[in-house]
T-cell receptor, first 117, second 113 residues
Framework: EPEVTQTPSHQVTQMGQEVILRCVPI?????FYWYRQILGQKVEFLVS????????KSEIFDDQFSVERPDGSNFTLKIRSTKLEDSAMYFC???????????????FGPGTRLTVL | AQSVTQLDSHVSVSEGTPVLLRCNYS??????LFWYVQHPNKGLQLLLK??????LVKGINGFEAEFKKSETSFHLTKPSAHMSDAAEYFC???????????FGQGTELSVKP
C-alpha cells in the first residue's frame, strides 16, 4: 500500500542552523501539507501546497519557513535559522484531489523529530 | 472559527470493556469531522470521517462515532477494547475539503489486561 515517507526520522541541529525536512508524498497526490506537534501540545497546521504554490499558511509559517517541490517526488520544508522553539515533531501529509462528492483523505507520514540545541 | 475540544486527556479501560472518547466541536457551518489515531512512532492514521452523510459513522478496527448537531459532539466509541487499541486519538475538524485540519489536544487511551 502506498504511503508517505519522511526523512530523517530524527534531526538534531544547533540554534541558528538551517534544516531541511524531506517528504515523499504518495505518487499521484496533488495536495501537500506540513504540520507540527510540539511536545505535549496539539498538532498544528503550518502550510498547504498545491500546483507549485502555497495555498494556505498559518501564522506560525513566517519568513523563516519555506516549502518546495524540487522535483516530481519530494516535498521539503526548510527552516532558515532554527530557534529552540522550533523543536517539534513535523508531519508531512498528502492528498489526492478527486472530483465529485467523495471525500479526499490526508495521508500522513511518520514524522521527523527536530531537536534544536 | 472552527475548533475541537477533547474532553479527556487520558482514558484508561480494561480489555474487553467499552471505549468512549469524547469530542465537542465548534463550527459556524456544517463541518467535516474526523478521528485520527497515532500509535507510538507511527504516523497519523484516519479512523473514520463524517462529511454530512449518515450521522453514525463506522470506521476501521470496530470504532464508530456519532455526529450530534444538537450537542455539537462527535464522540468515538468501541464496544470492546483490545490491547492493540492503546494509542493517542485525535478529534479533527476541517473547514473545507482539501483545507487544513484543525486538531484537538488528543486523548491517550490505555488498555489494561
Amino acid at each position: 500500500e502506498p504511503e508517505v515517507t519522511q526523512t530523517p526520522s530524527h534531526q538534531v541541529t544547533q540554534m541558528g542552523q538551517e534544516v531541511i525536512l524531506r517528504c515523499v508524498p504518495i505518487s499521484n497526490h496533488l495536495y501537500f501539507y506540513w504540520y507540527r506537534q510540539i511536545l505535549g501540545q496539539k498538532v498544528e497546521f503550518l502550510v498547504s501546497f498545491y500546483n507549485n504554490e502555497i495555498s494556505e499558511k498559518s501564522e506560525i509559517f513566517d519568513d523563516q519557513f519555506s516549502v518546495e517541490r524540487p522535483d516530481g517526488s519530494n516535498f521539503t520544508l526548510k527552516i532558515r535559522s532554527t530557534k529552540l522553539e522550533d523543536s517539534a515533531m513535523y508531519f508531512c501529509a498528502s492528498m489526492l484531489l478527486a472530483g465529485g462528492s467523495s471525500y479526499n483523505e490526508q495521508f500522513f507520514g511518520p514524522g521527523t523529530r527536530l531537536t534544536v540545541l | 472559527a472552527q475548533s475541537v475540544t477533547q474532553l479527556d486527556s487520558h482514558v484508561s479501560v480494561s480489555e474487553g470493556t467499552p471505549v468512549l472518547l469524547r469530542c465537542n466541536y465548534s463550527s459556524s457551518y456544517s463541518p467535516s469531522l474526523f478521528w485520527y489515531v497515532q500509535h507510538p512512532n507511527k504516523g497519523l492514521q484516519l479512523l473514520l470521517k463524517y462529511t454530512s452523510a449518515a450521522t453514525l459513522v463506522k470506521g476501521i478496527n470496530g470504532f464508530e462515532a456519532e455526529f450530534k448537531k444538537s450537542e455539537t459532539s462527535f464522540h468515538l466509541t468501541k464496544p470492546s477494547a483490545h490491547m492493540s487499541d492503546a494509542a493517542e486519538y485525535f478529534c479533527v475538524v476541517s473547514p473545507w475539503q482539501g483545507g487544513k485540519l484543525i486538531f484537538g489536544q488528543g486523548t491517550e487511551l490505555s488498555v489494561k489486561p
